[in-house]
């Protein structure tokens, strides 16, 4: 935009490092700067400069803080050197506001507040009315999801840190945005460069969703932001600023409201409902780092052979004070906290260090969050684990639940044909219960799906849930993936999976989950099976 209303051929802006040298930024068009070295003695004394060299090139320099400057070329003057010096100057305080340069102690307080956002967009949206073809942009919306919830743990002054360093991971994440603004709290707008399509927008957004999505460290405060994205475009969802940015904040909050139904931790009733969750969040970390939590063995049974075939890790806290905590409670609690990722770890680590000394040679499942796959960790963090443990990858089955946001298509596929390559097997499940079944079918390499049980409760009572249940294993079947159906619990619902040619099946008809005890019942199913015949 400022190209545009300079008449300039070249833009650059430079910054000073710390040996008082000039370095590029952002580049439109090539600059030589080499002359800019010439000129800093004028620039420090001066706003604006303009050289016109003997080929009739003009350079023109601006200064527009202590250690920044733009360098616009132009191959021929559109207008007088003074009357070019003059639009520069009125340039430079916008230059002042709109760009911060990456730094890891970036303040919010340093970025343009919502008016300064409309105003930039409104001057990006004049200069494309002159252009004979107006060239797309977007507003991309990025908000901080559990901002309150940050607040009630830790206060004001680690929250302000945390949006701090969001902020500063935005301007490093090596993006050229033509503005980077902070509408207030866990807020940023960022208005992508004129020309960029949607599919650009994508890759910036699901840069940001990698760089974001990590986690956090104040102190000894470890928080993995929630993050939520939305999009407006000009001019298809708007010809001014406030329609645009109006689109976006609705889908935001659209998306946050959702967020906040579906993830939900249970309130401790001795304490106040600011109290619960950061005395929940605390114990859990002193468990984890103790090691204090458990597992229970959920048997995977073989419908073809009626012996059990792997076991479930079924991860169990028990909380002192309140009796055992179930992983409808543990889960969602680790999730908002950020302790996901270290309560993954440990859940592999130890599930895989118990298969390895199991007098059998059962599989083992691990139910793991989605949060890795996105960000392309997990198949180091395996690679590590089984060659510490020493256990064969095929005997590990990595549960990933389909009612979870996977994230980014294109790096959930790279990362689960790495750990499918390892010979690890990976399953969806619930399957059936999500948003996206059939699609995550077509797009991932997945060996198994865990079929919902919320189908095996309505069987016989409504005719659709056995309609489903056939179709379900005709398709895994037609894709050459096993099909296992949870939740079973009567006989009736055993014979209608045997005969429709489910492989494997779990629920408390064939064993309940069990801790120590779990070897007995294997040798009960058994005894079942001999009775059967």
């Known amino acids: ?246 689109i976006a904040d609705l889908e935001v909050e659209k998306k946050g409201w959702h967020r906040r139904r579906k993830t939900h931790v249970p309130p401790d009733e001795s304490l106040t409902p600011a109290q619960a969750p950061q005395r929940l969040e605390q114990e859990l970390l002193a468990a984890i780092e103790k090691k204090e939590l458990s597992f229970q063995w959920q048997p995977t049974t073989s419908l073809s052979s009626m012996k059990i075939v792997s076991r479930e890790a079924l991860l169990r806290w028990d909380r002192p004070g309140h009796g055992l905590v179930s992983a409808a409670t543990l889960i969602p609690c680790a999730e908002i906290s950020g302790l996901i990722e270290r309560l993954d770890e440990w859940s592999l680590r130890e599930a895989c260090r118990a298969a390895a000394n199991w007098q059998d040679a059962l599989s083992v499942c691990v139910n793991i969050s989605p949060t890795w796959l996105y960000q392309e960790r997990l198949s180091k963090l395996l690679e590590r684990i089984l060659s510490d443990v020493s256990l064969d990858p095929a005997r590990l089955q990595i549960d990933l639940t389909e009612k979870a946001d996977f994230g980014p298509s294109a790096a959930v596929y790279r990362e689960l044909a790495r750990i499918r390559a390892m010979g690890v097997c990976i399953a969806l499940d619930d399957f059936g219960s999500g948003y996206s079944s059939l699609e995550r079918l077509s797009l991932y390499p997945v060996d198994k799906i865990k079929v919902s049980r919320s189908f095996l409760t309505k069987l016989g009572t409504d005719p659709r849930s056995s309609r489903i249940l056939q179709h379900i294993v005709h398709l895994a079947r037609g894709l050459n993936i096993t099909c296992c159906a949870k939740g079973v619990e009567t006989e009736q619902q055993m014979a209608f999976l045997a005969s429709y040619g489910y492989e494997e099946v779990q629920g408390f008809l064939l064993g309940a989950p069990q801790g120590a005890a779990l070897p007995q019942r294997r040798k009960a199913l058994k005894t079942r099976k001999s009775a059967k015949t």
């Open 1 to 246: 935009m400022s190209r545009h209303l300079l008449g300039a051929d070249r833009l650059v802006l430079l910054t000073l490092n710390d040996k008082k040298h000039p370095v590029r930024v952002i580049a439109r068009g090539r600059v030589d700067l080499p002359s800019v070295e010439s000129v800093m003695p004028a620039l420090r004394h001066h706003d604006a400069h303009i050289e016109i060299a003997e080929t009739g090139v003009a350079t023109a320099f601006g200064r527009y803080d202590d250690k920044s400057y733009v360098v616009t070329q132009f191959g021929h003057l559109k207008s007088s050197p003074e009357e070019t010096l003059s639009r520069l100057r009125k340039i430079l305080p916008y230059f002042s506001t709109i760009f911060a340069p990456p730094h890891p102690t970036l303040s919010v307080k340093s970025l343009p507040g919502r008016s300064e956002c409309l105003d930039f967009i409104r001057q990006q949206m004049d200069g494309e009315k002159h252009l004979p073809r107006r060239r797309s942009f977007s507003v991309i919306r990025v908000s901080l999801g559990s901002l309150d919830h940050i607040n009630q743990l830790y206060g004001w002054d680690i929250a302000n840190q945390i949006i701090d360093k969001l902020a500063a991971r935005i301007a490093q994440s090596g993006t050229h945005y033509a503005l980077i603004g902070h509408s207030g709290g866990g807020n940023f707008i960022l208005v992508t460069q004129p020309g960029d399509n949607r599919t650009v927008v994508d890759l910036h957004i699901s840069t940001l969703r990698n760089i974001m999505s990590r986690p956090v460290q104040i102190g000894d405060i470890q928080y993995a932001p929630d993050m939520n994205f939305a999009v407006a475009t000009y001019p298809e969802h708007g010809h001014d600023p406030m329609s645009l940015l109006r």
